[in-house]
């Protein structure tokens, strides 16, 4: 009877061992699997975050790090019709339109968002002048009528006249826009997103700098290396670099700043926009 008792309880032990070893075996499964979501979501917060270009006010002090697609890709035909649903929505300010003819005062400062001032059945170029040299930028009032309206007005203000690029990071990057050159100077207003879809980026593209949804000011960047080419849509694209892309924008690109800390400001040298005017057809 002792034997047959001390058996049994053996036995019992061993399948209760097995079961508590299986039980823990299941449980250590879900905790791997439970860490693995948690750095995976970690690590995409991180990506995001390196990919924001923060401002103070209207404007883009970028903390950034990036990523590639040819520069003659076409934009993709599927997203037009939804670009232009949300577009069709958009907002103009009430502020006063520039002259056309380039006899404008330079003017840094305004109330509010310009009233439309671009013709939507017209075709837009800008032209830049710097110290890097020239380049040619082909506008987009299809994809994005509001940042075009934006930025033929200020610039037919010859608000951008003058200023400098204050920020340069390698394969990313040059960011422009600000008269301060501090990364935090703007127009004095802000205006809507119109933002493009996810892959829409290519090397030579053009995109409102902001500090979050819908705060778009003056501050815009030009994609020249793969790294840009992978940010998140949060930034609305409204122009591509026709000519110039691999002498002025190239010279432009290599005055990064090397210090990883400093977050490609300021320059390496001084990167100025002599001028950008535009040409309408």
């Not at 299809?142 to 006249?161: H, Q």
Request: glycine share 8%.
């Amino acid at each position: 009877m002792l034997v047959g008792t001390d058996k049994r309880k053996r036995q019992k032990q061993n399948r209760d061992s097995r079961r508590d070893q299986v039980t823990r075996q299941v449980q250590q499964g879900k905790m791997r699997k439970r860490g693995m979501q948690i750095a995976v979501a970690v690590l995409v917060v991180v990506a995001l975050v390196g990919f924001v270009f923060a401002t103070g006010d209207n404007s883009d002090d970028t903390a950034i790090t990036e990523s590639g697609v040819d520069t003659t890709e076409v934009l993709a035909d599927e997203t037009t019709d939804e670009a232009a649903t949300e577009n069709a929505v958009f907002e103009f300010g009430a502020g006063e339109c520039p002259p056309t003819d380039a006899s404008a005062d330079q003017r840094r400062e305004f109330a509010d968002a310009h009233q439309l001032c671009i013709d939507p059945t017209k075709s837009y170029t800008a032209n830049f002048d710097t110290t890097q040299g020239s380049f040619t930028v082909q506008l987009l009032p299809e994809r994005a009528p509001g940042a075009v309206n934006n930025f033929v007005s200020l610039a037919r203000w010859k608000y951008f006249d003058g200023t400098k690029c204050h920020r340069v990071i390698e394969d990313f990057v040059v960011q422009c826009g600000d008269p301060t050159a501090t990364g935090s100077g703007g127009p004095g207003y802000s205006f809507a997103d119109e933002l493009p879809s996810a892959g829409e980026y290519t090397i030579g593209s053009l995109a409102m700098a902001n500090s979050g949804p819908n705060t778009n000011g003056s501050q815009f960047f030009i994609i020249t290396g793969v790294s840009g080419t992978s940010l998140p849509p949060s930034y609305t694209l409204f122009g591509q670099v026709t000519a110039g892309l691999d002498t002025a924008v190239a010279a432009m690109a290599a005055l990064f700043n090397p210090d990883p800390a400093a977050n490609g400001v300021p320059p390496a040298a001084d990167i100025i926009l002599n001028s950008v005017t535009i040409s309408e057809s």
